[in-house]
DNA sequence: TTGTACGCGTTATCAG
DNA sequence: CTGATAACGCGTACAA
């Protein structure tokens, strides 16, 4: 490894030119500078993060923690922020929490360990004590993906509100009355919004809201292929013909329908309309084409990543909270039945 | 931030007793080591891995640098090496090379930077002299997805021969002679192991090999998309009429050719029969769904990681070069002509 | 303009 | 069994 000693040596020079002179300190001869930069090329010379680390905490490195890093809602996320942290020379630690509490507190302490400059988070939970902890461990944070219940954040979100009203409300504008809700998990405030925007959008149509169309937990391929497999083979409190209609929390669930209906020889869309949530790349490929609702996945890795390096680089002001707009695409996976 | 300094205050004991605690050496009293390791979890102390890689160079991290982080074979192939990483309490550090040389240089110099004690690569090329760099470097490294032409290096990759002979031979079973191949950049050892699969698989079956029919470079969606724009308007010296089916490096790069010929209101696999290679978690929910040649890619991965980290705890004897089987999944995206 | 000394939090060695 | 001390590579204040 080259260290700064090795340049010293070569240079003929002592080890604390060589670290000014790299740093384009002013105080160094302009020769000397150029001269000892030249040969920390040559020799592909990289300051050695730990020490740099260690000594004045400007590690150049920052976590992201996120629910499921194979997503591909994930990883245009993360794509994006790479992007940014490249362009300011930066680096990522990437953890995947897989929306469970406890290894996210391990994901925290190990990027708190790593000397990480910043965290950027979708937490598994908006009520976790793992943000008060991350809150008080002073580590500049930017939530991701859903928004904790306070105002001292920096976070970038989609408006879940929004995004289940603007699925419900096309759904019954194609004549749908009955529509199934796959929910996330029960009590989180996230789902506690994309039910309210169900709601909001049956009440604005007249529409009488039944509590047992709606049903919770469903993340995830596996589970939402088994959930619509007990449903469709009538071993489920909800029976295949007392919906018409599915809005889905996400698109890797409505895949996840897909299979299910499939293997039970329903027809999408004849006979159940389906709505997504996310707008991954490949949904506009599938048979059928998914209709869904898109969310700014690029926007949001690249807003995150700015307002941390803002927040790093003490550029910003006070916490921001960014709420974006979720968009209907419209493809093939709903029939109208006016 | 909790030190061990820190610990040693609260605990009334010299620091270096709480290292020692910690690292539960036998020389501490076992009621001390106790007392010391619970204050340690209570305070969520976690060692300080700048320091630590410092002075011992054990970082309990590893660099992953990949051609494209969102590609969802990459994804598949992280994740999996991120699952045995965990289990032996390390972390690993995502670098993107976009299929850049230089791009991928400066990656390799920062996670040196880093002080990773291991790198799990898929090379730009097999022949750049990044792979010298490295390997004169002393960083422990596994190479993935494409192979080095060398003997000392560690690597895990699925023979690129088999898969486009194996594809080549199932299209001509189905009554295909002309058929399109949509290869890597030219020159790459890689490609040309792809060709030869391909040129065999026509030979056995002594159908001429007609050199017009290769296209080189055809990596990426928008590639891909652009490529059979051209080839369907007519705009490129291989014409619509020249082949019935086609043999691709990649599934990305089939859902290209579905998108370009869902333009041209070409049917597949009514008007051409595609075969895609690497089978991508979705491909089988596409329209129609994809045929196409697996890679076990969660298999590359763990298989990667725990040869890393066999090398890196000198586990390991010498180098070893893993081949995996690439296998052909029938689907709906051939059409038998015979 | 250049060189010296010190400390960041560990680990490792040696002395008590 | 426990404690003191040096070293890893870098950045910075201060001395020359």
């Known amino acids: 490894m080259v260290t700064i000693k090795r340049l010293a040596k070569e240079a003929g020079v002592s080890f604390s030119t060589v670290a000014k002179a790299l740093n384009n300190d002013e105080t160094i001869n302009i020769e000397t500078r150029r001269r000892i930069q030249l040969l920390a090329k040559q020799l592909n010379y990289r300051p050695n993060i730990l020490a740099r680390g260690l000594r004045s905490r400007r590690t150049k490195t920052i ?118 809700l796959l929910n996330g998990p029960k009590n989180l405030p996230s789902s506690c919004r994309y039910l309210e925007g169900y709601q909001k959008s049956l009440k604005e149509e007249r529409l009488p809201f039944k509590e047992e169309l709606v049903v919770y937990d469903s993340i995830g391929l596996e589970q939402s292929v088994n959930l619509m497999d007990q449903i469709f083979s009538g071993n489920h409190r909800i029976k295949p013909n007392a919906f018409s209609a599915i809005v889905t929390l996400s698109d890797v669930s409505a895949i996840g329908i897909y299979e299910a209906s499939h293997k039970h020889r329903y027809s999408i869309p004849d006979t159940y309309s389906v709505v997504g949530y996310d707008n991954i790349f490949f949904t506009k490929y599938l048979n059928p084409a998914l209709t869904t609702i898109h969310q700014p996945k690029e926007q949001t890795g690249s807003l995150a990543a700015n307002m941390l390096l803002d927040s790093i680089m003490e550029r910003g002001g006070d916490e921001v909270q960014v709420i974006l707009s979720p968009i209907l695409i419209e493809r093939d996976s709903v029939k109208s039945i006016k």
């Open 63 to 180: 976590g992201v923690i996120l629910n499921d890093l194979q997503s591909p809602f994930y990883s245009e996320i993360y794509k994006a922020i790479g992007e940014i942290l490249d362009h300011n020379g930066y680096t990522m630690f990437l953890a995947d929490s897989k929306y469970d509490e406890k290894l996210e507190k391990e994901n925290i302490l190990s990027m708190i360990g790593l000397g990480v400059e910043g965290l950027i988070i979708s937490s598994v939970s908006e009520m976790s004590d793992n943000i008060d902890f991350l809150l008080k461990s002073l580590v500049k944070t930017v939530f991701i993906d859903n928004r904790p219940n306070r105002s001292d954040i920096n976070c970038v979100y989609v408006d879940h509100f929004v995004a289940s009203s603007l699925a419900t409300n096309y759904l019954i504008s194609m004549g749908h009355k009955d529509i199934l």
